[in-house]
Structure formats: C-alpha cells, structure tokens
C-alpha cells in the first residue's frame, strides 16, 4: 500500500506536478519551459479518463483549438459537460507536447459517469467555477499582495512573465504557488468545495497507477488548488472509501469544436476568462506583443472606414507603456491597451471600442474537430448534409437570403426548419431586405457549441435528420393539447417538408376540429393552416386534406365569431380584434390558394357586417371590422363615415369611442393615409376629438396616442398640417367638390397669385397689361 500518492513538485524522485490557472498564456508557457526542462516518461492531464481514447485526436492536422470535450449521458443527453481547450490552456499544450513526442499521455479526474451522475442537468463539469459559491483563492493571494483586482493580480504575476525574464528553473514557478496554495488550504480547507475531496481521491489513485506503470518521472497537469491534495500522504484504502457507493451513468464522449466566447463560461474545468482574444494574442505573438495587438486594432478600425494610422499606432503604443509604469505594472495589460486605444484611434468614444472587445479581445473563432471524432448519427447526417448545401456552421452571426425557386435554396429551408423542429436552434427566421413573396425566406445563422448537446437529445427521435424530423412531428401531433399547436405542427410540416408525418399530423387535425367547439380556438387555427395552404403551392406539396380542413373551420367561424365578439372587456376586445384580423388575411389566403369553398368571402363579409352593427360589441372590433369592409369595397364611404358619425356621436362615452378609433385606423395598414384623403372621416374625427369634454380627455389620451403612434412620420405631419389648416368657410360645401370640408388641396388665391410672375417670367410669357400697351 503506497502511503503517498504524488510529493511536492521539486521532490527529487518525486511527480512533477504543475499547478495552472486554466486557459492563461503564461501557466500553457510555463508548462512548455517545465516540459522540456524535465522531460517526464508520461503525461497526466485534469480531465475525464473516459476521454483518453480520444487523446490521440489532439495530434489530428483537423483539430483546430478552440475546442472541448463533451461528455453526455447515454440515455438523458440533456446531462452533459464540457472541458474546454485553447491554443493557450496549458492542459491543451501539454497534451500536444506529449502527442508530438510519443510520449503517453492521459486524463486523471473523477470519471465523468460518476460527475454527471451528480450534476443533475446542470451544464457545466465537476469544477463548476472555482469561487462561485465558496473561497476564491486567486482573490485571496490578490488581497495579500495587496491588490483589489485578483485579474490584474494574476496578470501581472504569470500571464504577462516573458521567457526572457523567466527563473533559471523552469519548475521553480510551479514550487511558489504550489507553497501558496498548500497555505490557502491549511487556512480555508475545502474552500467551500466539499466535491473536491471526491475528485482529489480519484485522481491520487490515478497517479499511483501511473507511477507504477511509468515510474516516478511523471509530469502532471492540474488546477494550482489540487496540487496540494495531490501530494498528501494519504492511505489507498481511505481514497477508495470517499469513492464508494458513487452513482454513476453510462457516458459518452466526443471532442466538439468551441468558440472564444464560450471560454468565458464557468464549464468543466471551473475557469473563465474574459478576454481569450487577448490571452491567444499574448500566447502566439512570438514578439513585441503590444506593437502587433496595436496593428491588430488598427486594422479592424481601417476596416470600418476609421481614420487610423500609422502614426495612431504609434502614439497609442507609447501610452499604453506610459500608463503601465504609472500603475506600477511590469507590463502592458489589457486595461491599459484598452485605455490608450479609446484615447488614440477612438478618440474618446466607446463606440468602436465596443467593436474593438467584441472582434478582438473575445473574438468569434470556432474551432474544428476531424470527421473521425465519435459522434451520434444524427450527427454525421447533419455533417453530411452541411457540406453538401454549403452551409458552414460559423460562430458568427451572418444573413442567409435563400430563394426557394432554387433547388438547394429549398434544402437548405428544410434543413433549417427541420433543425427548428429537433430543438436544435441553428437558425431563425427573419425579416428579409428584398420580397416579401413567398418564395423568398431570409434566416439569421449562428453555431453555438450547445447545439450538439441538442444534436445529441435529438438523437432519439432517429438517425437521419429527415427521419428524426418526422417521428418528432408524429409524436407532437399525438400528444397536442390543443388546436392552434396542431395546426401549426401542420404548417411546420410542409415548411420541413414532411410528407411523411403529414397523414398523422393531419388525422391529429380533423379530429381535434371535430371536437373544439370553441370560436376563439377556431379563430387562431385559422390562420396557420391557410399559410400552411401558401407554403405547399410554393414548395410543391400536396395540401388538398388541408385545405378541406382549412374551409371547414372558416365557415364555423363564420357564424361563431360574431356572437363571441359581445360583452368583452378590453383585454379580451384587444384580443378579439387581433382573431378578426387574422381570420380576414387568412380568408383572402384561402382565396388566393384557390380552394374550392363556394361563397366563402361573401359568408365572410357577412360576418363583419354584423359586427359593424351590433352596439354589444366592443368598439375596436367594430372599428377594425368597418375598415376591413371599407378597404375590400363592400363598404361604401358613405356608409362608413356614417357609422364612425354614429360611434362618435356626444352619447358615445369617449373611452368607447376611442376604441372605435383605434380599430378603425389603429394598426391596420394606411389608416393615416386613409385619413389624409378621406376628408369626411378626417372631420369627424376632428370634431369628436375638440369636443371632448376636460374631465375625461386625459383617460382617452393613451388611447389615441397608442394609435396615432403607429404612422409614419410623413403622415403624423401632413394630418397636423390639414387639422392647423381648419375649415375654409369660404370654400364650396357640396359632397362633390374635392376637400369640401376645408381639409382638402384647396387653392389659397393670395399665395398663388404671388407665384404668377416669377412662372411668367421663367416662361417668357407677357402680362396682360403688358401686351395691352406694346399692342
């Protein structure tokens, strides 16, 4: 039985182990220089042993850092972890020094069965943020050497240490902290991290095992809080006793591309950075590291049409300097290369700073793994069908404009669709710059690292993304609890092009129908299945069931809507009046598909007629109703400049009146306009508004505001123009005449006839008089 698992780090004969901060540049050089220094038979890197199968993948010419490790449990893939590694991690640095060498190299922690098993869904490995939640021990040797910043502490003590000011002895920085953390863990224990006492048992087994088959010349990599755990002298037996009766699952492995943002996440190893734009900067820069950050930035700022010279580089690099002797800093930092860049190319301004953080200090590289990674099937069909399409997924966020007239503009919005339906959020729609046809789509696209645990979830619905797509859909429709989720489970099919789960999905759909009986229920289903209807002309679909379905719903809302619009309050009148109008855009869908329902318009038509006319429904149903009849020409002008005379009529409360407004000409499309031309109804409005008495104009204030908001600026300021204008008394009164009321284009004599002379004399046209007396 080995009493001690590991020793201290200049132990002769001993381990070396080497305490990191995870992801800092200078902990990956220090490494680097103690690596070649002592040469070690072996490597022992912190991580999940599961992964040393996928070890010799780090060496792959495929494997493009930013990366990590994904751990997921078999049967629940929503529990998963993640360690990741940057070009500059020094567990990354070791495993790539080990690899190149021959040497073996392997992960020592607690396994990841036993660590998602206690993670409970929680993302995020076994050292889930070092300080969140207990001691921060970074903080602590910070406050000690008496800084408030223990970033800036850091920094100034490892990160910025070049190799040319480095100690004779490689190993001699890994001795200091080693000492500085075994006092930290005499003073504080755990740290409030009980869980480490697990992870530290079994990676001291793991060492002993090492050590027996390599013997002493081991090198280890590990958090700097481990390494005096590790050189505890601890029994076997007692190691095993902390390990015994661990719950554990069935895990699965792989390595998944990262990006430098997601670094920033307490994940796995417990650490995040800030800034890896910087730190990778810092790491690679093989000199003069501030000139060449510099140059950097100034090269971003050309980009965007900044005028930043050479001369900027300059002066910004010399102030960088300066105000890093001024803070007593042993070299430029991120806080004073920020500062100078504000003063010097920014001129002051935090607007392209924020460009400068978000291009270059984060950054938003994704990193790439080989195809012989392990990886679900979903998976490999995803890969498969990305590279046929010519959809890279990329970390940054970028515009997709796709025509579905084009074949492989079509694949690739089923393909997108499809990933919507899994869950896995690839892309989403958005608002498209050109058409509005239905044969243009416009997505927004960004790779985010936790979509292969969606992959992965997803994984169980099939192995295709098409199959999986389908038994998704099926499963949905069988287990909707309502209407309006089946109908646009129906119009999510025939965006994925599910042809397959469509029977299904649409038996799901009739049966639902049959048995809704209520008109607000009917009302939402609607509209979803007549797009569904427009989306299957374009994509070539078959939609024929659809549409019967589609008709029959309209026609029961037809005669059901009218009665359900009465006696509501003004949530449930607001709500009424969205219903109306997506039932009229579906109706004239439905038109525009051509399916056959016979009178279905006019039934329609009917319907709104009667709610124009009934006193018990609310005022904006009423108005939106009218308007909607008056722009389909069932509605003569006439007709409904009297209806608005009677809804602002002095007996209508003006809380009720209001809302008539707002259904009227709130929202819908033109309704400034209509008022611009329309003077009639732009007088009665007028003279309702003026006379509404001052106690009760206050509570219809909101109200007009909320609809009047909602025009163009052009429009809000030609009605402002007419109502300042006012009535032309000496202006004709007959209906016929254009602008009868005095809010129309009528002639201002005076001002028109100061314009005579300058046209006549543009036109080289006499006078009257003039020709009279040259005559």
Not at 243 to 248: D, I
Not at 260 to 265: E, F, N, P, S
Not at 266 to 287: R, V
């Amino acid at each position: 039985m080995t009493p001690l698992a590991g020793g201290t780090p200049t132990a002769p004969g001993g381990p070396l182990l080497m305490g990191v901060r995870h992801h800092g540049p200078g902990s990956a050089r220090a490494v680097l220089a103690a690596l070649d220094a002592a040469r070690p038979s072996a490597v022992l890197v912190e991580g999940p042993p599961e992964g040393d199968a996928l070890l010799p993948l780090a060496a792959h010419r495929r494997m493009r850092p930013p990366v990590a490790l994904l751990a997921h449990a078999v049967d629940d893939p929503g529990r998963a972890a993640f360690w990741p590694l940057a070009d500059f991690s020094p567990e990354w640095v070791a495993i790539r020094w080990a690899s190149a060498r021959g040497i073996p190299v392997r992960f020592v922690d607690l396994p990841a069965a036993h660590s998602l098993a206690l993670t409970e869904h929680r993302d995020g490995g076994p050292g889930e943020g070092r300080g969140i939640g207990g001691i921060d021990p970074i903080g602590i040797l910070a406050g000690t050497a008496g800084y408030d910043d223990p970033e800036r502490w850091w920094e100034d003590v490892v990160e910025h240490r070049g190799a040319a000011g480095g100690p004779a002895d490689p190993r001699a920085p890994f001795a200091a902290l080693a000492e500085a953390m075994t006092a930290l863990r005499e003073a504080h224990g755990d740290g409030g991290h009980p869980q480490d006492a697990v992870r530290e048992a079994c990676m001291r087994l793991q060492l002993r095992a090492a050590r027996k088959e390599f013997g002493d010349d081991i090198a280890v990599v590990c958090g700097a809080w481990h390494v005096p755990a590790l050189g505890a002298r601890t029994t076997v037996a007692a190691d095993r006793a902390l390990l015994k009766g661990m719950p554990r699952v069935r895990a699965e492995l792989t390595w998944v591309p990262w990006t430098h943002r997601r670094l920033a996440r307490h994940s796995g190893y417990g650490a995040g950075i800030d800034s890896p734009g910087w730190y990778g900067h810092l790491f690679a820069a093989p000199d003069r590291p501030v000139e060449r950050w510099m140059t950097k930035v100034a090269g971003l700022l050309r980009d965007t049409d900044r005028p930043v010279s050479s001369a900027h580089v300059i002066e910004a690099v010399r102030l960088a300097g300066t105000l890093a002797a001024l803070r007593w800093r042993p070299a430029v930092g991120l806080a004073e290369a920020t500062d100078a860049v504000r003063a010097v190319m920014c001129e002051g301004s935090d607007v392209p700073l924020a460009l400068v953080r978000d291009q270059l200090v984060v950054g938003e590289i994704l990193g790439e793994v080989p195809d012989t990674a392990p990886a679900v099937p979903l998976q490999r069909d995803l890969d498969r069908q990305q590279r046929s399409l010519r959809l890279r997924p990329e970390a940054e966020r970028r515009d997709l404009e796709l025509d579905l007239r084009k074949e492989t503009d079509a694949a690739r919005s089923c393909l997108l669709h499809r990933l919507r339906l899994l869950g896995v959020e690839w892309g989403e729609p958005s608002e498209g710059r050109g058409s509005t046809g239905t044969f243009r789509e416009s997505w927004r696209l960004r790779w985010e690292p936790e979509l292969f645990v969606r992959i992965a979830e997803a994984g169980v619905w099939g192995t295709t993304v098409l199959g999986a797509a389908t038994a998704r859909a099926e499963s949905d429709a069988l287990s909707a609890s309502s209407l309006a989720a089946v109908t646009a489970l129906a119009e999510q099919c025939l965006l994925c092009g599910l042809s397959g789960a469509l029977p299904v999905v649409m038996s799901a759909l009739a049966h639902r129908a049959a048995l809704d009986a209520d008109v607000g229920h009917l009302a939402d289903a609607l509209p979803a299945l007549a797009r569904s209807l427009r989306y299957g002309d374009v994509r070539s679909t078959d939609t024929a069931a659809l549409g019967e379905v589609a008709v029959g719903l309209a026609e029961r809302v037809c005669v059901g809507l009218p009665p359900a619009c009465t006696g509501l309050d003004a949530d449930a009148a607001a709500e009424a009046q969205r219903r109306v109008d997506g039932v009229h855009r579906a109706i004239g869908l439905l038109a525009a598909a051509e399916v056959r329902a016979d009178g279905l318009s006019e039934r329609w038509a009917g319907a709104l007629h009667k709610l124009c006319a009934r006193d018990a429904v609310a005022g904006v149903v009423r108005g939106r109703a009218t308007r909607l009849l008056l722009d389909d020409g069932r509605l003569a002008g006439s007709e409904a400049a009297r209806l608005m005379g009677l809804a602002l009529s002095p007996g209508t409360e003006p809380a009720d009146a209001a809302a008539w407004i707002e259904g009227f000409v709130g929202g819908a499309a033109g309704g400034g306009l209509l008022l611009v031309h329309d003077d009639r109804l732009l007088v009665l409005v007028d003279t309702w508004l003026t006379g509404i008495p001052a106690d009760t104009f206050a509570a219809v204030l909101p109200l007009l505001r909320r609809t009047f908001s909602t025009y163009d600026p052009g429009v809000r300021r030609t009605l402002g123009e007419l109502v300042r204008r006012g009535p032309d008394p000496g202006r004709a009164r007959d209906e016929g005449a254009n602008g009868a009321h005095g809010f129309g284009d009528g002639f201002d004599e005076e001002r028109a006839d100061a314009v005579v002379p300058v046209l006549r004399l543009l036109l080289g046209i006499e006078a009257p008089a003039e020709r009279a007396a040259t005559g």
